[in-house]
Structure formats: structure tokens, C-alpha cells
């Protein structure tokens, strides 16, 4: 995932650049979207085809540098159990600031999208999810 929101652009820019404080988010939230939300944050799977759905806190390894990208991964399994009435397709992943509403950071696509029925877990595995600057 390495698709950084306008917001998270505009902060970084304006932090390191224009020495505008950019005060750190008290925690990171992962959302699942069933089509590429792009930077406006769309496309969030809803309680109303996902009754029991949530934004998970997720947690982050430090960072590594690659030949090509500096990156890190998420250092715990977050997963969602799914509770709705019929199949769900969940294609991207983002990272927000806040369990509901907040600002969107990052944004991408799943390796492979994912079909859920009522009673699957969705799950990302520690060190799966991995975000990244290049």
C-alpha cells in the first residue's frame, strides 16, 4: 500500500518543508472498501451490508529500508469476522487517524480480492500488510 491520501500529502509537505507542526495521529485505524476508495475515502464497506463491521487499530513495525521503497508492516493479525446476509467482495484496504470519520493516510488494492459470506473471517496476517514510501 503505498497510495498516500492529499491529507497525509499536504501534512508532510507543510511539516517538513514549511515547519508547520503535523501532530501524530493517536492511533491508526484499517478500513476494508469493496473498490478502490481513491483519495476521497470511498467506497467503505457499511454496517448495513456488514452489520458487526469496524475499523481495526493496527499497529506497525519500524520502518525498513529497500533498494526502492522504505516500508513498514503491521506487527499483529487484524481480522473481521463477517455478519452479513449475503457475500461481500473486499478489494482495497486503507489506513485512517480515527475509528470512524477521521482523515484518510493510505490507500490500496489487495493482492487478490476477497469473497466473504456470513460467518468468514477476513483476515491480514502480521507483517502482511505492509505501507511504504518510495
Not at 501524530?24 to 452489520?51: N, R, W
Not at 503491521?74 to 481480522?79: D, H, K, M, R
Not at 484496504?93 to 493510505?106: E, H, Q
Request: net charge negative.
Amino acid at each position: 500500500m503505498s497510495k498516500l491520501s492529499n491529507y497525509l500529502e499536504s501534512a508532510l509537505l507543510n511539516h517538513v518543508l514549511r515547519g508547520t507542526a503535523m501532530t501524530a495521529p493517536a492511533g491508526v485505524y484499517v478500513s476494508l472498501h469493496t473498490a478502490d476508495p481513491t483519495d476521497a475515502g470511498g467506497s467503505e464497506v457499511t454496517t448495513t451490508a456488514y452489520p458487526a463491521y469496524t475499523r481495526k487499530q493496527a499497529t506497525f513495525n519500524a520502518p525498513v529500508s529497500g533498494a526502492n521503497s522504505t516500508t513498514v508492516t503491521n506487527s499483529a493479525e487484524l481480522s473481521w469476522t463477517y455478519d452479513g446476509a449475503s457475500s461481500l467482495t473486499i478489494s482495497h484496504v486503507s489506513i485512517y487517524d480515527a475509528s470512524t470519520a477521521g482523515n484518510l493516510l493510505w490507500h490500496g488494492a489487495l493482492s487478490a480480492s476477497k469473497t466473504v459470506a456470513n460467518g468468514d473471517i477476513f483476515k491480514i496476517g502480521a507483517g502482511n500488510l505492509t505501507v511504504g514510501l518510495d
